[in-house]
């Protein structure tokens, strides 16, 4: 048995360090252009990809362009399982509840924003996968939502005509339905943790015409039978005068449903919006109203435009204009969330200081605001310049209780890159600007963004970013990064984060990359997972490498833990002890 006096010669040559935020990475390829593409005829080969969803699991879903040998290109829908690649679907399938009709395209945004090649699957906490799709036969095209269950079976959740319950309606998955959270994208439908769906829907039946044709859908987890959430026209709860029109919103855990509304009605409300919530009893109440005066302004002082963020708790973050008496073009844009228990607070907002920067370095325009599942808050920022500090922009993100942190920062170097490579700029998306991929939060709270690097006599070009919640970011996938390609392993010269599903719980982003062998090469598209790389000698694993730690693999030995496996030759051995040692010493 190992035995604690040993401590001291360990420590004697050993430095105690925290983890460097900057943790390396290791990289996992899911798919490369030119390889062959699983399940599909002799001599077929990728030749481009969609956008990547992760899931919890770590697992991969995408739809993958095909080349076969005939030369006609084919889409299909890919999953990561126990076996590798597995293809569930592709244009031309029949697929179930479409009758006859085969297979015409996946969608995540209109058609006009080139669906075609960027189907966006999603992922449920369960495993299971969820898919958007067009059918056509003979020019009449329909359109549905499907379900891969975990065994691999496609189940449809909605399609064009299927009947609403308890109702003479029927509804369409429609495909162009903005939502007031983000009115700069074509948001179809989304998935709670538990496989619930929510999507936007037209409608047809009696009664139905311009005023009444749009409706929010729940179909509940499990099951086929759909539940009208909420439909234009109806009356705003406590408002009977007035009525809503509804966009997509989200599901929570619990199957609460979120949607924001634009009301109607005469007088002063005209044209309002509002954050309404639809609980599992079938009740609607209103959680936020852009007419009311905000918490901790005088009255009069209201919120113009707004966007919002809901957690998978049920938690409520709304971003958004102020407008009223007293407010300046300095002040009027404001993040609050009600994640305290005590109702909508404000958070941040423009013209409060900066911290941990000079007096009257300020928060100059304050960026749609974003909330993970364990309440994390973070946002893009410029910051008003002093006479020490020069204008910047920032992705700001909190590290401790409430305590803010600038993670990426225009200007900055990266120790892991050349030091005339700079951060020259973000990616962002709000309610009135479709500029790039927003910068999301996995539910462990974990941010992910999208920058742009600057080396001299070079276009710009992006590269993505995490950060493991502290202050300074790290590389989500690292250009120079290896990956394995048709030709040999090629590094990844360019990396474009996608969506918001990209990126899961541990940290470990889905992505796709290009890589080369030099800058005049052709390149590979690829889909890549990057996750944080282990840190064995944390044997605590509190993130930081500290005396603590041997006490913990001592532990860990005794018990014959996986912790004790130091040398990863599978076995708890006495040899991992100076496999510890080494472990702890070279750090992480």
Same mark, same amino acid.
């Given at each position: 048995?190992?035995?604690?006096?040993?401590?001291?010669?360990?420590?004697?040559?050993?430095?105690?360090?925290?983890?460097?935020?900057?943790?390396?990475?290791?990289?996992?390829?899911?798919?490369?252009?030119?390889?062959?593409?699983?399940?599909?005829?002799?001599?077929?080969?990728?030749?481009?990809?969609?956008?990547?969803?992760?899931?919890?699991?770590?697992?991969?879903?995408?739809?993958?362009?095909?080349?076969?040998?005939?030369?006609?290109?084919?889409?299909?829908?890919?999953?990561?399982?126990?076996?590798?690649?597995?293809?569930?679907?592709?244009?031309?399938?029949?697929?179930?509840?479409?009758?006859?009709?085969?297979?015409?395209?996946?969608?995540?945004?209109?058609?006009?924003?080139?669906?075609?090649?960027?189907?966006?699957?999603?992922?449920?906490?369960?495993?299971?996968?969820?898919?958007?799709?067009?059918?056509?036969?003979?020019?009449?095209?329909?359109?549905?939502?499907?379900?891969?269950?975990?065994?691999?079976?496609?189940?449809?959740?909605?399609?064009?005509?299927?009947?609403?319950?308890?109702?003479?309606?029927?509804?369409?998955?429609?495909?162009?339905?903005?939502?007031?959270?983000?009115?700069?994208?074509?948001?179809?439908?989304? &998935? =709670?943790?538990?496989?619930? #769906? *929510?999507?936007?829907?037209?409608?047809?039946?009696?009664? $139905?015409?311009? !005023? +009444? @044709?749009?409706?929010?859908?729940?179909?509940?987890?499990?099951?086929?039978?759909?539940?009208?959430?909420?439909?234009?026209?109806?009356?705003?709860?406590?408002?009977?005068?007035?009525?809503?029109?509804?966009?997509?919103?989200?599901?929570?855990?619990?199957?609460?449903?979120?949607?924001?509304?634009?009301?109607?009605?005469?007088?002063? &409300? =005209?044209?309002?919006?509002? #954050? *309404?919530?639809?609980?599992?009893?079938?009740?609607?109440? $209103?959680?936020? !109203? +852009? @007419?009311?005066?905000?918490?901790?302004?005088?009255?009069?002082?209201?919120?113009?435009?707004?966007?919002?963020?809901?957690?998978?708790?049920?938690?409520?973050?709304?971003?958004?204009?102020?407008?009223?008496?007293?407010?300046?073009?300095?002040?009027?844009?404001?993040?609050?969330?009600?994640?305290?228990?005590?109702?909508?607070?404000?958070?941040?907002?423009?013209?409060?200081?900066?911290?941990?920067?000079?007096?009257?370095?300020?928060?100059?325009?304050?960026?749609?605001?974003?909330?993970?599942?364990?309440?994390?808050?973070?946002?893009?920022?410029?910051?008003?310049?002093?006479?020490?500090?020069?204008?910047?922009?920032?992705?700001?993100?909190?590290?401790?209780?409430?305590?803010?942190?600038?993670?990426?920062?225009?200007?900055?170097?990266?120790?892991?890159?050349?030091?005339?490579?700079?951060?020259?700029?973000?990616?962002?998306?709000?309610?009135?600007?479709?500029?790039?991929?927003?910068?999301?939060?996995?539910?462990?709270?974990?941010?992910?963004?999208?920058?742009?690097?600057?080396?001299?006599?070079?276009?710009?070009?992006?590269?993505?970013?995490?950060?493991?919640?502290?202050?300074?970011?790290?590389?989500?996938?690292?250009?120079?990064?290896?990956?394995?390609?048709?030709?040999?392993?090629?590094?990844?010269?360019?990396?474009?984060?996608?969506?918001?599903?990209?990126?899961?719980?541990?940290?470990?982003?889905?992505?796709?990359?290009?890589?080369?062998?030099?800058?005049?090469?052709?390149?590979?598209?690829?889909?890549?997972?990057?996750?944080?790389?282990?840190?064995?000698?944390?044997?605590?694993?509190?993130?930081?490498?500290?005396?603590?730690?041997?006490?913990?693999?001592?532990?860990?030995?005794?018990?014959?833990?996986?912790?004790?496996?130091?040398?990863?030759?599978?076995?708890?051995?006495?040899?991992?002890?100076?496999?510890?040692?080494?472990?702890?010493?070279?750090?992480?």
């Amino acid at each position: 048995m190992i035995r604690v006096m040993l401590v001291a010669s360990v420590f004697a040559a050993a430095t105690p360090s925290a983890i460097a935020e900057a943790q390396s990475r290791v990289y996992r390829t899911v798919a490369v252009g030119g390889e062959p593409a699983p399940g599909m005829p002799a001599g077929s080969t990728f030749s481009g990809f969609g956008r990547p969803t992760i899931g919890p699991a770590g697992r991969v879903a995408f739809v993958g362009i095909v080349a076969p040998p005939a030369g006609d290109r084919e889409i299909v829908l890919y999953r990561e399982t126990d076996a590798g690649l597995e293809p569930i679907v592709a244009y031309g399938d029949l697929l179930p509840g479409a009758g006859t009709d085969p297979l015409l395209d996946f969608y995540y945004a209109a058609p006009d924003r080139n669906a075609l090649r960027r189907g966006f699957p999603q992922q449920a906490g369960n495993g299971e996968l969820f898919f958007y799709g067009a059918t056509n036969n003979y020019d009449v095209t329909r359109r549905g939502i499907w379900r891969v269950t975990v065994d691999g079976v496609v189940e449809k959740v909605a399609y064009t005509g299927d009947p609403i319950p308890g109702t003479d309606l029927a509804a369409e998955p429609y495909t162009n339905r903005s939502s007031i959270r983000s009115e700069g994208t074509s948001e179809i439908f989304n &998935v =709670s943790s538990n496989g619930d #769906v *929510l999507y936007v829907a037209d409608l047809e039946g009696p009664g $139905v015409n311009s !005023s +009444n @044709d749009r409706a929010v859908i729940l179909v509940p987890a499990g099951g086929d039978q759909p539940v009208l959430a909420a439909r234009e026209g109806d009356p705003v709860p406590g408002q009977p005068s007035l009525t809503l029109s509804p966009g997509l919103g989200s599901v929570t855990a619990d199957g609460t449903v979120y949607f924001g509304a634009v009301v109607s009605g005469a007088g002063p &409300v =005209s044209e309002r919006l509002r #954050v *309404l919530r639809r609980l599992p009893d079938g009740t609607t109440e $209103v959680v936020f !109203s +852009n @007419d009311e005066t905000l918490p901790g302004f005088p009255p009069g002082v209201t919120m113009g435009e707004f966007s919002y963020d809901v957690t998978d708790g049920g938690h409520l973050l709304v971003t958004g204009d102020i407008e009223g008496p007293g407010i300046t073009p300095d002040t009027d844009r404001a993040i609050y969330s009600d994640r305290r228990g005590n109702g909508l607070e404000l958070e941040y907002r423009q013209g409060m200081q900066v911290p941990g920067f000079p007096a009257g370095a300020y928060y100059r325009w304050l960026v749609e605001g974003y909330m993970s599942d364990d309440l994390t808050i973070g946002f893009i920022a410029e910051v008003r310049a002093t006479a020490t500090t020069p204008e910047f922009r920032a992705f700001f993100t909190e590290h401790g209780p409430l305590q803010v942190n600038p993670v990426i920062t225009e200007g900055d170097t990266l120790p892991w890159l050349a030091p005339n490579i700079v951060i020259d700029g973000f990616e962002w998306q709000t309610s009135s600007e479709n500029i790039g991929p927003r910068p999301v939060f996995s539910p462990a709270g974990y941010p992910a963004m999208e920058a742009e690097l600057y080396e001299p006599g070079l276009d710009p070009y992006p590269i993505v970013l995490t950060s493991d919640g502290g202050s300074s970011p790290i590389l989500g996938v690292e250009i120079g990064a290896i990956i394995e390609t048709p030709i040999g392993p090629l590094p990844v010269y360019r990396a474009a984060f996608d969506i918001e599903h990209g990126i899961n719980a541990s940290n470990a982003i889905a992505t796709r990359v290009s890589a080369r062998q030099d800058p005049w090469s052709d390149s590979y598209g690829a889909i890549v997972v990057s996750r944080p790389a282990p840190c064995l000698a944390d044997t605590n694993n509190d993130g930081e490498l500290t005396p603590a730690d041997f006490n913990a693999w001592i532990t860990a030995y005794n018990s014959r833990s996986a912790a004790c496996d130091q040398n990863a030759d599978g076995a708890c051995t006495p040899a991992d002890f100076s496999a510890w040692i080494l472990n702890y010493n070279t750090g992480c």
